[in-house]
């Protein structure tokens, strides 16, 4: 049901995003906050897609199928301009944003501009501060070191040197000119909050936002009773995502005699066939793979009477999964990496652990396993958590104060 705010539909907010060609994690993003503020808080709010195609650029509406092709940056900055007198919009909110002229030109436009962080590509020319070699995160800031490890610890997207260049320069120029224009820097997680301070950022200017959450269809705290209670990972089967690390804790469970478990995978990745193997290779049993599943039949194995698993080494900002298991009243244990674990308090909405130890997922695993209470107190108070700091009327509130604020500011 929307809220009182809708009969005070006076604001026009311009939402600008770059668009890679296919979905990701930040689009994803982009649109749960686009609907929630129109639903739930009463404001005009649009999307467009801003990107680069080689020597031109596109502009695309979000409900457009195909995207304008600009011949120049002016050409797109006349296009944008355009958009923003039919928009009667007030404010800019900026998502992810790879390319310095596009941003700058943005900031010329004369209106307030906002922007959102989803991952670290405001301070890390590879986008992810993740040591891909040494399948750990980067505790380096930015500086001359990004360019030597993109070619020894392989941390970045690409390591042409043209695109590395471009990526470095990137970075620079958000940090040392962009900063200081944005009105406000908004995250998810105390750690990007952390990360944009460290870089910059002043204490003011930084805003950890509310994620909008609505259940996966079918979700509920009933919980299905199985044979054995279900260990669930979801999500991209790599390395990164910790997945060998789970598989090493639930072999240390098997050994200490902990056999009223199973393993479920849920997911595709490049490390599937290295975890069948490994799995077969070990002698596992109960590990089972269901490849790509969809949110109803996510939720319907959330809904077993198990555990949901996040065990990512890469320090992920906030991810979904994880806030999606919790509302279906499964307990969650997640690890410490990045903002993985920040979406619970520990011990008491879910349990976080040190992300490189399968001893210590292992121990934090095996009192949820053998005490059914246990479980379904942590999974409905996860559940609680969710509802009460990310329901959609919660974050739509909070993003109208913001846009209120800056627009009188401005």
């Given at each position: 049901?929307?809220?009182?705010?809708?009969?005070?539909?006076?604001?026009?907010?311009?939402?600008?995003?770059?668009?890679?060609?296919?979905?990701?994690?930040?689009?994803?993003?982009?649109?749960?906050?686009?609907?929630?503020?129109?639903?739930?808080?009463?404001?005009?709010?649009?999307?467009?897609?801003?990107?680069?195609?080689?020597?031109?650029?596109?502009?695309?509406?979000?409900?457009?199928?195909?995207?304008?092709?600009?011949?120049?940056?002016?050409?797109?900055?006349?296009?944008?301009?355009?958009?923003?007198?039919?928009?009667?919009?007030?404010?800019?909110?900026?998502?992810?944003?790879?390319?310095?002229?596009?941003?700058?030109?943005?900031?010329?436009?004369?209106?307030?501009?906002?922007?959102?962080?989803?991952?670290?590509?405001?301070?890390?020319?590879?986008?992810?501060?993740?040591?891909?070699?040494?399948?750990?995160?980067?505790?380096?800031?930015?500086?001359?070191?990004?360019?030597?490890?993109?070619?020894?610890?392989?941390?970045?997207?690409?390591?042409?040197?043209?695109?590395?260049?471009?990526?470095?320069?990137?970075?620079?120029?958000?940090?040392?000119?962009?900063?200081?224009?944005?009105?406000?820097?908004?995250?998810?997680?105390?750690?990007?909050a952390e990360t944009l301070l460290v870089h910059g950022a002043r204490l003011e200017q930084v805003v950890v936002a509310p994620s909008p959450q609505y259940a996966l269809p079918g979700g509920a705290l009933r919980r299905?009773?199985?044979?054995?209670?279900?260990?669930?990972?979801?999500?991209?089967?790599?390395?990164?995502?910790?997945?060998?690390?789970?598989?090493?804790?639930?072999?240390?469970?098997?050994?200490?005699?902990?056999?009223?478990?199973?393993?479920?995978?849920?997911?595709?990745?490049?490390?599937?066939?290295?975890?069948?193997?490994?799995?077969?290779?070990?002698?596992?049993?109960?590990?089972?793979?269901?490849?790509?599943?969809?949110?109803?039949?996510?939720?319907?194995?959330?809904?077993?009477?198990?555990?949901?698993?996040?065990?990512?080494?890469?320090?992920?900002?906030?991810?979904?999964?994880?806030?999606?298991?919790?509302?279906?009243?499964?307990?969650?244990?997640?690890?410490?990496?990045?903002?993985?674990?920040?979406?619970?308090?520990?011990g008491i909405s879910g349990i976080s652990y040190d992300y490189k130890s399968p001893d210590e997922l292992a121990k934090v695993l095996r009192p949820l396993l053998e005490d059914q209470q246990l479980r379904l107190q942590?999974?409905?108070?996860?559940?609680?958590?969710?509802?009460?700091?990310?329901?959609?009327?919660?974050?739509?509130?909070?993003?109208?104060?913001?846009?209120?604020?800056?627009?009188?500011?401005?």
């Amino acid at each position: 049901m929307a809220s009182v705010a809708t009969q005070h539909k006076y604001m026009n907010i311009l939402r600008i995003h770059f668009s890679p060609g296919s979905k990701n994690g930040a689009e994803y993003d982009v649109a749960k906050v686009n609907r929630v503020v129109r639903e739930f808080g009463g404001v005009d709010d649009r999307i467009c897609n801003l990107f680069r195609q080689e020597k031109k650029y596109g502009f695309q509406r979000h409900n457009e199928s195909l995207p304008l092709i600009c011949s120049s940056l002016a050409v797109l900055r006349e296009t944008l301009e355009s958009e923003i007198v039919r928009s009667s919009s007030e404010l800019i909110h900026l998502h992810s944003m790879p390319y310095h002229e596009i941003t700058r030109m943005i900031l010329g436009m004369g209106l307030p501009v906002i922007r959102t962080s989803h991952e670290p590509m405001l301070t890390c020319p590879g986008w992810s501060r993740f040591l891909l070699k040494d399948n750990a995160p980067c505790t380096k800031e930015f500086g001359p070191g990004c360019l030597v490890n993109a070619y020894t610890k392989c941390c970045q997207q690409s390591r042409l040197p043209w695109n590395l260049y471009d990526s470095y320069r990137n970075v620079g120029r958000e940090i040392r000119e962009f900063f200081p224009q944005y009105k406000r820097l908004i995250v998810n997680s105390n750690y990007l909050a952390e990360t944009l301070l460290v870089h910059g950022a002043r204490l003011e200017q930084v805003v950890v936002a509310p994620s909008p959450q609505y259940a996966l269809p079918g979700g509920a705290l009933r919980r299905t009773p199985s044979e054995r209670i279900p260990i669930i990972f979801a999500g991209r089967v790599s390395r990164p995502k910790g997945v060998l690390v789970l598989l090493e804790a639930y072999r240390i469970l098997l050994a200490a005699k902990c056999s009223n478990c199973s393993l479920e995978i849920i997911g595709e990745g490049s490390e599937l066939d290295e975890l069948r193997r490994l799995t077969a290779h070990q002698g596992l049993k109960h590990v089972n793979f269901h490849g790509w599943v969809d949110r109803k039949a996510l939720s319907e194995m959330f809904g077993r009477d198990g555990i949901a698993v996040t065990p990512s080494v890469y320090p992920d900002h906030f991810p979904n999964v994880v806030a999606e298991a919790m509302l279906c009243g499964v307990p969650v244990v997640a690890s410490n990496s990045g903002g993985t674990s920040e979406w619970f308090e520990h011990g008491i909405s879910g349990i976080s652990y040190d992300y490189k130890s399968p001893d210590e997922l292992a121990k934090v695993l095996r009192p949820l396993l053998e005490d059914q209470q246990l479980r379904l107190q942590l999974g409905a108070a996860g559940r609680e958590h969710i509802r009460l700091h990310h329901s959609p009327e919660k974050t739509a509130s909070f993003y109208r104060a913001l846009y209120e604020e800056v627009i009188s500011e401005h």
